[in-house]
């Protein structure tokens, strides 16, 4: 079992510095704790993520830059993992401090551009989801507080390189393949360097946790548009990770937390059996009476802490997805617009 922070004395960490990756672990408010960000010594000077937009995380940073002889202002080009705050709150900061270029997936470049209208927007998407599978008002409100509190640790930022699902970004001293691989959170992009065998992951795929299929309001949705319809992500992010686990030019991932892995596929292939057995215990509770998924969180979780609500009626929403995909479950929705789930008798 991995450790769950970066451990620079590890043999893949090592492996990584030889060919000049050198990871920061830098704070975040949040309960996943430190978020790795990775210092690619090569012309552009590259850092992937940045960490959330804090003055201790920047302090952090600057000193992490200081230990390898660099500068904020020395960097030239950010590359962006994927939309969450701890990765790219600093982007902007950064960005106008040395610049440097802004490199992200296409898609995620408008929604970087108004990042506080999405937040509202996602806000009012989460608001709407958690209704319908019977998160109680009080805990919705409360849900929204610390919604409000934490997006000062996100800003908005300016794409001035985006990238496309495939292309091969190149720099002096090595080619970076850029995959998209959506389902922990929409914009999630991975990039490969074949030659070394590294991949660099983001929250795609992390060693210690099972990345969370966040239910999340797509990137292309209008911003007036209050009736989005939810994306399926936990089987959007089993696509993802088949796609992962048939690269056999990958030796070592360098995750967006936790520590340096070898062993992705077999790692890819716990998951799956993860997902499989939750799957399965969730069509048993379901067997028994009709729930909504609030209800099937409970009754999984005990009581569920606010913070956490909409965390688990995502990972539930993502094996009834797979269970109403077989079959196995049907939905009904009341006079409220509340979902119930019931098993279907084989
Ligand atoms: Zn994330």
Request: charged residues 25%; aromatic residues 6%.
């Amino acid at each position: 079992m991995a450790a769950a922070s970066w451990d620079p004395t590890s043999a893949e960490a090592a492996y990584a510095a030889e060919h000049g990756i050198h990871c920061f672990s830098i704070p975040t408010p949040f309960a996943v704790g430190r978020v790795n960000l990775y210092l690619i010594d090569d012309e552009p000077l590259t850092l992937l993520d940045t960490g959330p937009n804090s003055g201790r995380a920047l302090d952090e940073l600057e000193q992490a830059l200081a230990r390898l002889g660099r500068r904020i202002e020395d960097l030239e080009l950010l590359l962006v993992s994927h939309q969450h705050m701890d990765h790219l709150g600093l982007v902007d900061i950064l960005a106008r401090r040395s610049g440097a270029q802004v490199a992200a997936l296409a898609a995620l470049a408008p929604w970087m551009a108004r990042w506080s209208e999405q937040m509202e927007a996602d806000d009012v998407f989460a608001e709407e989801l958690m209704r319908m599978h019977g998160i109680p008002p009080e805990t919705r409100l409360a849900l929204r507080a610390v919604s409000h509190a934490y997006r000062g640790w996100g800003a908005a930022a300016r794409v001035t390189r985006p990238l496309t699902d495939g292309e091969a970004l190149e720099l002096k001293g090595r080619t970076l393949h850029v995959h998209h691989r959506p389902g922990h959170s929409p914009s999630d992009t991975v990039f490969h360097d074949r030659e070394r065998r590294l991949l660099l992951g983001g929250d795609h795929l992390i060693a210690h946790i099972s990345s969370n299929p966040l239910v999340t309001r797509p990137l292309d949705a209008p911003l007036d548009e209050s009736h989005v319809p939810r994306p399926r992500s936990l089987m959007i992010y089993l696509e993802s990770l088949r796609a992962t686990r048939a690269m056999d030019d990958v030796d070592i991932v360098l995750p967006g937390h936790g520590e340096a892995f070898g062993g992705h596929a077999a790692l890819i292939d716990e998951r799956f059996r993860m997902h499989e057995r939750r799957a399965r215990k969730i069509c048993g509770m379901l067997a028994e009476r009709p729930m909504t998924v609030f209800e099937v969180a409970q009754a999984m979780w005990g009581t569920v802490a606010v913070t956490q609500a909409y965390l688990t009626i995502s990972e539930v929403l993502g094996h009834i997805d797979l269970l109403l995909e077989d079959g196995r479950v049907r939905e009904e929705i009341d006079g409220e617009g509340v979902a119930r789930y019931g098993a279907v008798a084989p």
